[in-house]
């Protein structure tokens, strides 16, 4: 069975829909995985009781109670390695990582960017696209590398920008999307139809369409919440 490990800072949406898509398309089966653990550099983030209400193993690993990043760093690889996981998943994960820690994950670290990258990296991406005067908007997944959010792009999602757009409504329209986009590029990566070879990332064919997806103005919504945080993880719908 591969090992998911979600890393993360805040409330969880993203983990929340990971869940939700591993109960609803049955993920121990295929592509045979499990949500092995959740960890989180703060102890009051809110996905922590989220994923402990879902049955999960959570960790904290503090990172106001180390010197160093680099020692933050190595003590969040043990709390991950516990699981020896297969995929390791930063969905809102707010820490910028040491060359060491994303070379040990180098092809199986991956992250969820709200931009449509390479546009608009760092913080306050809605923002910078209001600023820019672009049509268009999104959320990318990506391999992790040194580069702060240069890795080589998995999938894409694009949402527009309206008339009237502030950053809390554009926001809003792109989290929609990551929360369709992070579990199926997740499901791809697991079933090998998306692979990092030799610093490229590799796209089987069949999995080009499902990598790029549209607002659910264009495109029916996919996520269909089944109540995770009610259920024991793994246990049918």
């Known amino acids: 069975m591969k090992a998911i490990v979600v890393v993360i800072s805040g409330r969880g949406s993203n983990l929340?829909?990971?869940?939700?898509?591993?109960?609803?398309?049955?993920?121990?089966?295929?592509?045979g995985a499990v949500i092995a653990a959740v960890v989180s550099n703060r102890d009051d983030a809110p996905g922590l009781q989220m994923a402990r209400r879902a049955g999960l193993a959570t960790t904290v690993v503090d990172h106001r109670r180390f010197a160093t990043r680099d020692a933050f760093?190595?003590?969040l690889a043990v709390a991950i390695d516990a699981a020896d996981p297969e995929l390791v998943v930063l969905a809102g994960f707010m820490r910028v990582l040491t060359p060491w820690f994303v070379q040990r994950y180098a092809?199986?670290?991956?992250?969820?960017?709200?931009?449509?990258?390479?546009?608009?990296?760092?913080?306050?991406?809605?923002?910078?696209?209001?600023?820019?005067?672009?049509?268009?908007?999104?959320?990318?997944?990506?391999?992790?590398?040194?580069?702060?959010?240069?890795?080589?792009?998995?999938?894409?999602?694009?949402?527009?920008?309206?008339p009237g757009d502030d950053e809390a409504t554009l926001a809003?329209?792109?989290?929609?999307?990551?929360?369709?986009?992070?579990?199926?590029a997740v499901r791809l990566l697991l079933q090998r139809r998306v692979q990092w070879r030799d610093g490229r990332v590799l796209v089987d064919a069949s999995a080009a369409r499902e990598l790029a997806l549209l607002d659910a103005t264009t495109l029916p919504e996919c996520r269909q919440p089944v109540g995770a945080e009610a259920l024991a993880y793994g246990a049918a719908p």
């Open 107 to 162: 092809g199986r670290l991956i992250n969820i960017h709200p931009s449509l990258l390479p546009l608009f990296p760092g913080l306050h991406t809605h923002r910078q696209a209001l600023g820019a005067g672009v049509r268009v908007h999104g959320a990318t997944v990506h391999y992790v590398t040194e580069q702060v959010d240069g890795g080589g792009i998995i999938a894409q999602a694009v949402v527009p920008v309206l």
């Open 73 to 75: 760093d190595r003590a």
């Open 16 to 31: 929340e829909a990971l869940i939700e898509a591993a109960v609803r398309e049955r993920w121990s089966i295929d592509p």
């Open 172 to 184: 809003a329209r792109v989290l929609d999307q990551e929360h369709r986009l992070l579990p199926r």
